[in-house]
């Protein structure tokens, strides 16, 4: 399995303003994704980060609104710009383990409120 | 893309009460997890199964692939079972992300 830390694990912001999120993988991952749950919904990819390169942005989003970094193996940010109260959601990023098979873990979560 | 439901959307069950979980998949897929989401929002992962049949505990799955349908089964429920159940696929492209079901809200009740 994989240790994934998310923070903040909560946030209240203000529309406007932006957060960004921090994802720490405790080993060396190729890929990590980044997920939004909206209200009663079910999980929809954002992008996937890759180390060394720029994300890749599934439809619907855009870096602009959703820049991610991913400096090194172990470590990503999603920032959520320019909030409005329709980005009330949580936040999840999540790492593909590879041991015989693939399976995805993921971190805690960051339930963003915007008001 | 890939389309997958999962029924019923929301089950009630009274405590110690069985269930069984549907996930329908649209499309051959590599991977297919099932996960509990709790109360705080974190997903717990419950089983690895592209295919073949997996218990753990009180709870087992079972994956058939060539007719792309994976089922949850819940035995002797617990209140802390309550939660969405998740099935999420990886589709047979080389994209390595999942596609999530609509999902399953889950309450037992004492």
């Known amino acids: 399995s994989a240790v994934i830390s998310q923070k903040p694990s909560r946030d209240i912001c203000q529309r406007g303003t932006s957060l960004t999120i921090q994802c720490q993988v405790d080993?060396?991952?190729?890929?990590m994704f980044w997920y939004r749950q909206q209200p009663g919904q079910s999980l929809t990819l954002i992008a996937t980060?890759?180390?060394?390169?720029?994300?890749?942005?599934e439809s619907g989003f855009v870096i602009d609104k959703f820049p991610i970094s991913r400096p090194n193996l172990t470590f990503s940010t999603l920032t959520v710009s320019n909030m409005s109260p329709e980005d009330s959601s949580i936040y999840l990023c999540?790492?593909?383990?590879?041991?015989?098979?693939?399976?995805?873990?993921f971190g805690q979560g960051t339930r963003l409120t915007v008001v | 893309g890939i389309q997958v439901e999962q029924s019923p959307p929301d089950l009630i069950l009274q405590e110690g009460a069985n269930s069984t979980l549907r996930c329908n998949f649209s499309?051959?897929?590599?991977?297919l997890q099932w996960f509990h989401q709790n109360p705080w929002g974190q997903l717990i992962n419950l089983f690895y199964?592209?295919?073949g049949t997996k218990q753990n505990g009180r709870l087992s799955a079972t994956t058939v692939a060539t007719e792309r349908y994976s089922l949850l089964y819940i035995s002797s429920s617990q209140t802390t079972d309550s939660g969405v159940y998740f099935c999420?696929?990886?589709?047979?492209?080389?994209?390595?992300?999942?596609?999530f079901g609509t999902g399953t809200r889950l309450t037992v009740i004492p």
């Open positions: 999420a696929v990886e589709r047979n492209t080389g994209a390595n992300n999942l596609f």
């Open positions: 980060a890759n180390q060394g390169s720029e994300a890749t942005y």
């Open positions: 080993s060396q991952v190729t890929m």
């Open positions: 199964i592209p295919s």
């Open positions: 499309d051959s897929v590599n991977n």
């Open positions: 999540s790492v593909n383990i590879v041991k015989g098979r693939t399976e995805a873990f």
